[in-house]
């Protein structure tokens, strides 16, 4: 560990019980994806104490920039998601959500208040390094909205990095994921209406049986899968709605059901598409029924780049031991849009452990109503955002 990692631990420490703080405030206080509105606000009068200006994106998104005194240009983007889910929280404590129905299940208050911690360290910290640290935080995370009007808006333009985290409560508090290669799935959402005719039961050769068409659909589409596709492949088909019928004795005149498409291949992806769509269109056509076939994309394959990422295991390998970096994990078909910005510019996306066995709600699953983290967690996240944004804007990788 170097003098700057050895200055910046300690203000990590010194400042852990603010970051505490601020990430149990956005627990007791989650918002749905895209009405973060309290959120920005809350986000916007921290960035006031630290001086810092800010812009609005997004809608409910917020940009800032720390720019640093010494020489240099290039510009390294932080990300940090900010959005909850629509869970109840059943795990009790001081700052139990206190929003009914909404829950932070997902981590991102960690995530927030992690990236909030590392501007007060970059912001007090100007005179170390020199370049731009864009800091942005992401609504929309959990339905794919933010990260593309982001996009859109040019927030990732002229960065040469990007860095995310993500919290793992499988993962010791205190250890850290950096893997150089596909890290999560695109996630693409389908629709299929199929359109019948309907006719009483008893005559069923006088209508078109609409429920029995979306039916084969349903179960044939499995077998894109298993065979159609290498059992090597990482790729998965889940159907989660299916909606059919109007009466027990009535020949169904329309049926509809909602799926995903999960890939760790951009080429698999766009063959599994295409499959998809001659396999419904087929089975329609031969009973005489009309569908149609609505695609929305979430976000592409989340790939780590490897320079980025080595850049980081080396960094976190001083700063939390050799045995505390995990370089090979399995991958997730769970996706993120954190991809969008990783495709912008090379970078990394970290999955920092949050559990700890004398705690069980910090072992259960994401999207759980009794999710919590081991709050120690949140030094590791000020620690990889504001020391892989210093030492990359330093050039100290480059040598």
């Known amino acids: 560990m170097n003098a700057l990692e050895k200055e910046i631990l300690a203000q990590v420490e010194n400042n ?39 812009l609005r994106t997004a809608k409910t998104g917020v940009v800032t920039e720390v720019k640093g005194e010494l020489e240099g240009e290039d510009v390294i983007i932080l990300r940090a998601d900010i959005d909850a889910l629509p869970i109840q929280e059943e795990h009790a404590s001081s700052y139990q959500s206190q929003c009914d129905g909404v829950m932070h299940a997902c981590g991102h208050d960690a995530h927030t208040a992690s990236l909030l911690g590392a501007l007060k360290i970059l912001s007090v910290n100007k005179h170390l390094f020199g370049g731009t640290v864009r ?34 409560p499988e993962v010791d508090c205190g250890k850290v994921v950096l893997m150089d ?3 999560n799935a695109s996630v693409d959402a389908f629709t299929v209406k199929v359109h019948g005719k ?33 059992p090597m492949e990482n790729v ?33 992806r766009e063959e599994m598409i295409s499959k998809m769509n001659m396999l419904c269109e087929a089975l329609a056509k031969s009973y005489g029924a009309n569908i149609e076939i609505e695609w929305k994309s979430y976000a592409p394959v989340l790939v780590n780049g490897e320079i980025a990422t ?17 370089e090979r994990r399995k991958p997730a078909l769970s996706g993120d849009d954190m991809a969008i910005f990783l495709n912008a510019a090379e970078g990394t996306y970290a999955y920092v452990g949050s559990g700890n066995d004398a705690r069980p709600e910090t072992r259960v699953s994401i999207h759980n109503s009794h999710f919590d983290i081991d709050e120690d967690c949140l030094k590791v996240g000020v620690l990889l955002y504001s020391l892989y944004a210093m030492e990359y804007l330093n050039g100290a990788f480059k040598l």
């Open 16 to 54: 852990h019980e603010e970051v505490v703080k601020l990430r149990r405030h956005l627990h007791a206080n989650p918002e749905l994806s895209a009405q973060e509105f309290k959120t920005q606000e809350y986000i916007e009068q921290y960035l006031d104490t630290l001086g810092l200006s800010h």
């Open 135 to 168: 800091a942005i935080f992401q609504p929309g995370e959990e339905i794919g909205y933010g990260a593309i009007l982001i996009e859109k808006e040019g927030h990732l333009k002229g960065a040469s990095r990007t860095f995310g985290i993500h919290l793992a």
């Open 181 to 183: 290669q596909e890290n």
């Open 198 to 230: 309907s006719a009483h039961v008893s005559t069923p050769e006088q209508g078109i049986d609409a429920l029995y068409v979306a039916s084969l659909m349903v179960s044939n589409l499995q077998g894109l899968i298993t065979r159609t596709t290498n």
């Open 236 to 268: 998965l088909i889940g159907i989660g709605k299916f909606e059919a019928g109007s009466a027990y004795n009535i020949v169904a005149q329309e049926a509809r059901f909602e799926g995903t498409l999960r890939c760790l291949s951009v080429t698999l």
């Open 310 to 326: 080595k850049e980081a295991q080396g960094l976190a390998k001083r700063i939390l031991g050799e045995t505390n970096v995990i």
